[in-house]
């Protein structure tokens, strides 16, 4: 191991606490990067490479006759890819640490600056749950920087989607995770792009808007057409289908953003949608 990478890991670990409310951290901690992040996280393993994170810190913490606490932290590069692994799991109540947090059964999860933080318990018990709650706020406390969330989660209004439920990620598998779309790529995703899918409730219907950034314009066409030539062979007029359900779905493209309006209730919304989102586009 070289001097660097001896120096980041151990930058890493200046941030955690090693004692809180007579849990102890154990004397060394595990360290895993890109390659090696399987040997700890066997499937869970490739969210957090699709994600292009950097480093993993593991610390265990112990209490004698107690439940073992277990320390995740992530040094995810960016703090735009600290956040979009964050909004892989929005399931929980807001724990108001760091930037945004989740709470539910024994795990806490929340982002700060470039780094995810994940802080769970072997047992939920009411001892537990503050344990973890004071070592997540020790951790967001040590670090100092505050990220910005990526610039495509502005395109998205708080009167069209549930704002603290938007998703942020680069490709085909988080996206098919979230809302399936189709068994292969159709819109081309890859480590390049990045996407943002938020839902809104019209008419008591659940549709899904989907905007993709790609690197060049050539791209952003080729993946255009991909998808109208595949997913809406039956177009009532160019990007516009109506599904069996009798829903509505619309796709058009702005500069290098592909748009995207899934399950709308009629064609005028969904229209109506795209025209919203391509006038913010023109606006950044």
């Known amino acids: 191991m070289d001097n660097c990478s001896k120096q980041a890991k151990r930058d890493l670990g200046s941030l955690l606490p090693r004692e809180m409310l007579g849990w102890r951290a154990e004397e060394k901690d595990h360290s895993y990067d890109f390659q090696t992040i399987f040997d700890y996280i066997d499937g869970a393993g490739e969210v957090y490479r699709s994600y292009n994170f950097k480093e993993l810190v593991v610390r265990r913490f112990k209490k004698e006759g107690k439940p ?23 399931e929980g109540e807001d724990a108001g640490i760091g930037q945004a947090s989740t709470y539910k059964g024994g795990l806490l999860s929340f982002w700060k ?108 066409s080729q993946a255009y057409n991909s998808f109208v030539n595949i997913y809406m062979p039956d177009a009532v007029e160019p990007g516009l289908v109506q599904t069996e359900d009798m829903l509505w779905t619309a796709s058009d493209i702005e500069d290098n953003l592909l748009v995207i309006i899934f399950n709308a209730s009629s064609d005028i919304i969904a229209k109506e949608m795209i025209k919203k989102i391509k006038e913010r586009i023109g606006r950044k």
Do not use: C
């Not at 073992?68 to 929005?90: K, Q, R, W």
């Open 68 to 90: 073992e606490i277990i320390m995740d932290f992530f040094d995810m590069g960016s703090s735009e890819d600290a956040f979009g692994v964050f909004t892989h799991d929005l």
């Open 113 to 220: 600056g470039p780094y995810f933080v994940s802080i769970y318990a072997e047992e939920e018990t009411e001892e537990t749950k503050d344990v973890l709650l004071n070592l997540g706020e020790a951790v967001a406390s040590a670090i100092k920087e505050e990220g910005e969330k990526p610039a495509l989660v502005a395109l998205l209004s708080e009167q069209e989607v549930d704002i603290g439920k938007i998703h942020y990620f680069h490709n085909h598998m988080i996206l098919n995770y979230h809302f399936f779309v189709a068994d292969e790529n159709i819109l081309l995703l890859d480590q390049q792009t990045e996407a943002v899918l938020g839902r809104g409730i019209q008419e008591g219907k659940e549709y899904a808007i989907l905007v993709v950034r790609y690197p060049e314009a050539k791209k952003v």
